[in-house]
């Protein structure tokens, strides 16, 4: 089992950027891959990004693609999601989340999920 704290949610207005971390602690770091993923108010979780056990490979939703980058730092135990030119619509509890192997795109990849926090983009 992995233990996933989340941390650099907030309020930004449209065109801003936040920068969400998340760090891991349980399972060795460098053998999983991590992901992000996000559920709006009256809707279900859905992907944003992931990426690999090495941190040489990511994989991006296409509602994010070109605005959020992933990445990871297996010597601290950390993931980040830099998200940049946000629009309302990005407005959602995020979620950080642990594989259960070294690669995966889906929910059913990963088997520990953090807290959430809060990303809310007025207009």
């Known amino acids: 089992q992995v233990h996933l704290v989340e941390s650099g949610g907030g309020l930004v207005q449209a065109g801003g950027s936040l920068r969400l971390s998340c760090a891991a602690s349980?399972?060795?770091?460098?053998?999983?891959?991590m992901g992000w993923f996000r559920q709006a108010p009256g809707k279900e979780r859905v992907f944003v990004a992931s990426?690999?056990?090495?941190?040489?490979?990511?994989y991006y939703s296409n509602s994010v693609k070109g605005r959020f980058t992933i990445s990871r730092d297996n010597a601290k135990n950390t993931v980040s999601l830099q998200m940049n030119n946000l629009k309302p619509e990005d407005t959602a509890v995020y979620y950080c989340?642990?594989?259960?192997?070294?690669?995966?795109?889906?929910?059913?990849?990963?088997?520990?999920w953090g807290q959430g926090t809060q990303v809310t983009v007025s207009s």
């Open positions: 349980g399972r060795t770091f460098s053998t999983y891959a």
């Open positions: 990426i690999n056990w090495t941190g040489k490979s990511t």
């Open positions: 989340a642990a594989g259960i192997k070294t690669w995966g795109t889906s929910e059913s990849d990963f088997g520990s």
